[in-house]
């Protein structure tokens, strides 16, 4: 009797401990922030789902294998659950869908084709503070206001300024803090706790350009004057990390550029610049709703941005995810992006006279949703070689191009990676190819040379086919190796099969 109590007990704490334990993050700061077509439990626990535009999602901490049920609005006809990879099978009973997830990751739900759920589910933080944490410096103890409704901007830079060399932590507690852009400075942490959001402007006004240069300004200007060349289309942003060294932005908050209004004023604003900086790492947090590039990496050592979830506006143009410009050891690690733009767009675009060879980049374990193309270097390509990139073991949930190689502009491109990545559907409307690989002659002419395409696997079929086209005879696209590649379930071993589109300038293609 004795030694089957203590089983009982053993066991008890065993299934105790292999439970996951859930930290609900997401905050809903207004009513018409919260999603009515979805609700979500995980473990029992309610979760508010937070409805932005045409999405909503749900922020959440989780340790290990976790149960979910997602409640719709209506009757449960059919059901998607990505990444695919993931093989995540669910029940339905009525308007309720039950499924688990393995771990902490990025899930997509949608039900009945309607409009996504985004799943955002972190592992625990290794390191987090509150306003009790010893060695930090309160953002609010220079605040007038921290609801949102007055502009803080010379306050919170104050903060900054003061944090830059301290060796403490500026501290954003839960609130919303409403400013312009802010500059940090080298010798910076940041920490941003659950429900904290910094949330840019909505007056263009509070985005100065650099040097008042004029930026693509559709609304102000005329259409012949707009491009969104990145060379010139935007010099302004919210936050700007400058020249600096040592920088360190993270936490579980939000930082918003309420993109959806600036851009409809004609400022083409990136969420966050980090440019000619080295040191900068990124992680954990929500970037959403920027006016132009969410993360633009330009001219910078040594860049990591990791855990991070990027939610753009799909009406928004030129939304892309990350870009790496003319940068070395760029890593993009477990992300999440939503976008209305490239998803990734590796480049070298000559902004503000900046430039110069690109190596070293790799993007990997992401989650990408887009209407353009996911996994790309281009299309601005100004300097003479970007080389080394490796593209390792993304799921692509929805894509207009899947992987996409624009040598637009006269570079080299040599030992360009894509290995073991997934593709599950094309957007539904577009250029709708797999893949794109094309050499045009718009500022000089290029060469694309090694490039390997390995383990990938597209679920299904895209509906146009895919490119490879080289320039001319100096200019070909040489040494393309096929390994391990399928479509639809098939094993790919010729361009046919590949329903792959080549031009007289491809060299060296092969099919393992």
Not at 103 to 117: M, Q, S, T, W
Not at 329 to 350: G, M, S
């Amino acid at each position: 009797m004795v030694r089957n109590a203590i089983w009982m007990v053993l066991l008890a704490l065993c299934c105790f401990s292999c439970q996951s334990k859930v930290k609900i993050i997401t905050k809903i700061t207004t009513p018409s922030e919260r999603c009515e077509m979805y609700t979500v439990q995980l473990e029992k626990k309610e979760i508010p789902a937070v409805k932005f535009r045409d999405i909503s999602y749900v922020h959440c901490e989780v340790s290990g294998e976790t149960n979910v049920q997602v409640k719709c609005s209506e009757t449960i006809r059919n059901y998607e659950i990505s990444p695919r990879s993931a093989d995540i099978k669910g029940t339905v009973q009525g308007e309720k869908l039950s499924f688990k997830i393995p771990k902490a990751g990025y899930y997509v739900v949608r039900i009945n084709e309607g409009k996504y759920l985004f799943l955002l589910a972190d592992a625990p933080e290794q390191k987090s503070y509150t306003d009790k944490s010893r060695n930090i410096i309160n953002v609010r103890d220079y605040l007038t206001d921290h609801s949102g409704t007055i502009i803080q901007t010379e306050a919170i830079q104050k903060a900054l300024n003061d944090a830059s060399g301290s060796g403490k932590v500026l501290f954003f507690p839960a609130g919303v803090y409403l400013t312009g852009t802010l500059s940090v400075k080298s010798n910076t942490d940041i920490y941003l706790a659950p429900g904290a959001l910094i949330q840019g402007s909505p007056d263009r006004k509070d985005y100065p350009s650099d040097g008042n240069r004029l930026e693509s300004d559709h609304v102000n200007r005329s259409k012949e004057e707009y491009t969104d060349n990145g060379e010139f289309m935007t010099f302004s942003r919210l936050i700007l990390v400058d020249e600096a060294t040592n920088v360190h932005i993270f936490g579980r908050g939000t930082i918003d550029g309420n993109g959806t209004i600036v851009r409809a004023q004609g400022k083409p604003a990136n969420l966050i610049r980090v440019r000619r900086s080295e040191n900068v790492l990124i992680e954990g947090i929500v970037l959403r709703n920027p006016a132009a590039w969410n993360t633009h990496i330009q001219y910078c050592d040594d860049v990591t941005i990791r855990d991070v979830k990027i939610i753009n506006d799909f009406d928004v143009p030129n939304t892309d995810g990350v870009d790496p410009d003319a940068s070395h050891k760029v890593l993009v690690d477990h992300c999440f992006a939503y976008c209305n733009d490239d998803n990734i767009a590796i480049k070298t675009t000559n902004n503000m006279d900046l430039n110069r060879n690109l190596e070293d980049i790799t993007v990997s374990g992401c989650v990408f949703l887009t209407r353009k193309s996911s996994l790309k270097v281009g299309t601005e390509t100004k300097a003479d070689v970007m080389k080394n990139i490796l593209f390792e073991d993304n799921d692509v949930i929805v894509s207009d191009r899947g992987m996409a190689l624009y040598c637009n502009d006269g570079s080299l491109f040599d030992n360009i990676r894509f290995e073991n990545n997934r593709f599950e559907y094309s957007f539904h409307k577009g250029q709708q190819r797999g893949i794109h690989f094309v050499i045009k002659n718009r500022y000089g002419k290029g060469i694309v040379r090694n490039v390997l395409i390995k383990d990938c696997v597209f679920y299904e079929a895209f509906p146009k086919p895919s490119q490879i086209f080289g320039l001319d005879v100096e200019h070909p696209v040489d040494g393309i190796i096929f390994e391990n590649f399928e479509i639809a379930g098939k094993k790919i071993f010729s361009a046919e099969e590949a329903t792959l589109e080549i031009n007289d300038f491809v060299r060296n293609i092969q099919f393992k």
